[in-house]
């Protein structure tokens, strides 16, 4: 999300490097006025420590702003394993990594990411009680819960779409029309969050498995991964990788609004004051995807499934209130997100 990072605006950085395991790992905590940080653990093949180094200082800030924007008690932080998963990862580096969470004695509490599973969460557990995400108790879209958020986030976008195409249009979502890049965990329970609203969907992957379900079952109509972002539509909605969103994208780009699931969705901040610029209303990524992390949090708090499900519809209001503000000072909705977000954490 950010641009440019300073080492010093972090609170705590630690490393730890365990020969027994052969595990590397960093645990950034960037800031905790709200409270302990919360973020998940990467696993990786980085490069190098510089590269991994970077990463978890930028991805632990914008667990701050991140948090703080969903109004949670909670602080930023990340961690980051070095390693490719698939090729290194053990049970006992599970555990060692439980070890090095729990020498933060309870400033960190870690979470699921790239690379690491709920049962890797599991393995951590035994040597620390600073995880969430292993053990969600309520699911209201009435899933099987494993404590995997995805279908948190996924009604927690769905709200912010909503909120947007409310703002941008003053309609509901039915005959809207959406194309969603992504049909992974997030993008496919969207879409049919979507479908029940009346929405038309146009869908877009790189494997056939979502896109033809989405076909069958939710009347959507395939398009492939080059055409999703040029469609003329009122939303698209980013839900696989980052930086989607640049320069190219946005010069064959017709929807009105983007609000998606897919972190980092801005190749650059400035971006923002070009969309600003071409009209289009832009849903910031950490604002509309914090459904994740509020779930990991009501996972901790064992907090009941209402309790989690009004969490996650505060999401709508919380753009609104961003988009209102842009409007009034004329400013891109990411600066916008990134004052307010400030404006709590810094207090
Ligand atoms: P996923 O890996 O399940 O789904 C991503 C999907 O995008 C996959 O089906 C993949 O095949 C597809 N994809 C990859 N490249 C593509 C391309 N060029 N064009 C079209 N489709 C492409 O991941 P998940 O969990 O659904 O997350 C989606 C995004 O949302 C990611 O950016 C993730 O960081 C973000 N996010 C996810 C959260 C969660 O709770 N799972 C929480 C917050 C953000």
Known sequence: VFDHIEFDEHEHVAFCHDKETGLKAIIAVHNSHLGPALGGC???PYANSDEALNDVLRL????????????????????????????IKTPEMMLAMGRFVESLSGKYISAEDSGMSVADLRIMAEETTHISGTKANYHFAGEEADGNPAPSTAYGVFTGVKASVE??????????????????????????????????????????EGINRAKEKLNAKIVSPDEILKLDV??????????????????????????????????????????KGEGILYAP?????????????????????????????KIGATLMEVYKRADEQNLATNRVANTIAEEKFKK
């Open 42 to 44: 990467r696993m990786w």
């Open 60 to 87: 632990s800030k914008g667990m701050t702003y991140k948090a703080a924007m969903a109004n949670l008690n909670q602080g930023g932080g990340k961690a980051v394993i070095i390693g490719d998963p698939r090729a």
């Open 167 to 208: 703002y941008y249009f003053g309609t509901g979502l039915q005959g809207k029309k959406i194309a969603i890049q992504g049909l992974g965990h997030v993008g496919y329970r969207l879409a049919e969050h979507l479908h029940r609203e009346g929405a038309e969907l146009f869908v877009a992957d790189i494997y056939p």
């Open 234 to 275: 009122d939303v698209v909605a980013p839900c696989a990788m980052g930086a989607t969103i640049n320069r190219q994208s946005i010069s064959t780009l017709k929807a009105k609004v983007i609000a998606g699931a897919a972190n980092n969705q801005l190749e650059t901040e400035s971006l923002g004051e070009i969309l």
């Open 285 to 313: 990524d950490y604002v509309i995807n914090a459904g994740g992390i509020i779930d990991i949090y009501h996972q901790k708090m064992l907090s009941s499934n209402e309790a989690l499900k009004s969490h996650l519809e």
